[in-house]
């Protein structure tokens, strides 16, 4: 305690905030708001991921879970029950469907066949698990390599291959092009998958519960799924489930580490795919519930700076306050393919979507694109978040709720289980003890 510093916290040091009252704007005044609340459904896409040592005696070894689940929300049903005496369980279930894409392996002390490294093993178990894991949503059943592979050219057209960059350590070949059957190095001859287009081996360490790794894939998860989800509403209903289906994702429209090129293909496929959408559809966004952004989100309306139906601008001037950083114009331009706003729903929560711009960057070296032009789905998305409020948590919507329920993976037994299946898989359990550890 006698060692006391002090420290610089944006969020509690916001001063006098005059400054901030031109870039608030009333939902009201965004053009096109009176057409808002004419989308009747919504999806909210959540992950969750889980990595466990599985047994005592062996700490070095760890598996590892993860998982994305899509929730699809009648809003017609959650409304009409909401002015109902008596909420009609039985509807609510029925307004509500859910699916689920999980996957599991062992990221640290185990390894695909002998002589290598994590970061091989992690290499095949990716090119094993994108080529057998499946997203099944009624018309849609498309391996996770397929929608990579579609994510890299444009809708209803994948790419024929994939960039890649040789691994090895004393090769140089880059962008090698790669298809889904896999190839060569064409200078070292080192064998090369397409999910290596995702470089997350390169953030996988030998030592550790390679969280990190887990959590880039868990996000290449989630992306994919919001791939093939819109896709298959663009593919057989454009003109009508697409234009009135809002798409969430639990967290900004963001991608980091090694994947993070993602955020460049993602941006270019979305928007190529509202060019050819009758309307302003797809209607895309995230919402962040952790950050810098949403304390000082917080400490807004706790100021009562911003009233119920205020959305703030984050333009070039707010972020350099809340990110506390002398480079604001370079801000995400590297990792979010949407906009960051915050908005104050009218029943007071404090929400902040980021927002896909319809055409080029929403973050760029110029600062990018602060809107809310530029950003024709905002005033839908915000009447969406306003007519879907919960109470399951703090500042939360009913869809997102619903997909974190389905994604998250229960604790206290639920850990048990987990490492139970682990120690099968592994040939580690009380009867398969002293086996060589193989089948993975």
């Known amino acids: 305690m006698a060692d006391n510093s002090n420290f610089y916290v944006p969020a509690e040091s916001i001063g006098d905030l005059e400054w901030l009252k031109p870039k608030i704007k009333r939902v009201e005044q965004f053009s096109g708001a009176a057409k808002g609340g004419h989308l009747s459904s ?73 002589s290598i490294g994590i970061a091989t093993s992690w290499r095949e178990n990716l090119d094993r698990i994108f080529r057998t894991k499946k997203v099944e949503v009624n ?14 050219g444009t809708p209803g057209r994948p790419a024929r291959g994939v960039p890649v960059n040789c691994p090895a350590d004393d090769c140089d070949a880059q962008d090698v092009l790669i298809s889904t059957q896999g190839g060569v190095c064409p ?14 081996h390169e953030e996988v360490m030998e030592e550790g519960t390679n969280e990190s790794a887990l959590g880039r894939l868990m996000s290449v ?42 955020r460049g293909r993602a941006q270019e496929y979305f928007q190529a795919m509202a060019a050819t959408t009758p309307g302003d559809g797809p ?44 480079n604001a114009s370079s801000y995400g331009k590297e990792t979010y393919w949407g906009r960051k706003f915050i908005y104050r729903a009218k029943d007071g929560r404090i929400v902040v979507p980021t927002v896909m711009p319809v055409t080029g960057a929403a973050y760029d070296a110029r600062g990018g694109q602060a809107g809310p032009q530029g950003y024709p789905t905002l005033p839908a998305i915000l009447d969406v978040i306003d007519r879907t409020g919960s109470s ?11 997909a974190h329920g389905k994604a998250a993976f229960p604790i206290g037994v639920g850990t048990d289980v987990l490492r139970l299946v682990a120690e099968h898989k592994l040939g580690l359990g009380a009867s398969t003890r002293g086996t060589q550890v193989s089948g993975i």
Not at 54 to 68: C, E, H, K, N
Not at 139 to 152: A, F, K
Not at 285 to 302: P, S
């Open 42 to 114: 919504a999806i909210a896409i959540d992950g969750s991921r889980m990595s466990e040592r599985i047994r005592d005696g062996l700490p070095s070894v760890v598996y590892g879970y993860a998982q994305a689940a899509a929730a699809y929300v009648d809003l017609g049903a959650m409304e009409f029950q909401r002015a109902e005496r008596f909420v009609d369980p039985v509807a609510i279930e029925s307004a509500v469907n859910t699916a689920l894409v999980s996957l599991d392996l062992p990221v640290a002390g185990a390894y695909t066949r002998p």
């Open 139 to 152: 018309r849609l059943d498309q391996t996770l390599l397929d929608l990579l592979m579609l994510v890299h």
């Open 187 to 200: 200078i070292c001859e080192q064998v090369l998958y397409p999910t290596d287009v995702l470089r997350i």
């Open 221 to 262: 998860v989630e992306l994919l799924v919001l791939v093939g989800l819109t896709s298959l509403l663009w593919e057989q209903s454009r003109d009508d489930l697409l234009c009135s289906t809002l798409f969430i994702v639990d967290g900004p429209l963001a991608m980091y580490g090694p994947p993070a090129k993602l």
């Open 283 to 326: 209607y895309l966004c995230g919402l962040e519930k952790t950050g810098a952004m949403v304390d000082y989100a917080q400490q807004l309306a706790r100021h009562e700076v911003l009233q119920p139906g205020d959305l703030l601008v984050c333009d070039e001037e707010v972020v350099k306050v809340v990110t506390n950083t002398a």
């Open 392 to 402: 399951m948590y703090k500042d939360g919507i009913i869809p997102v709720a619903v």
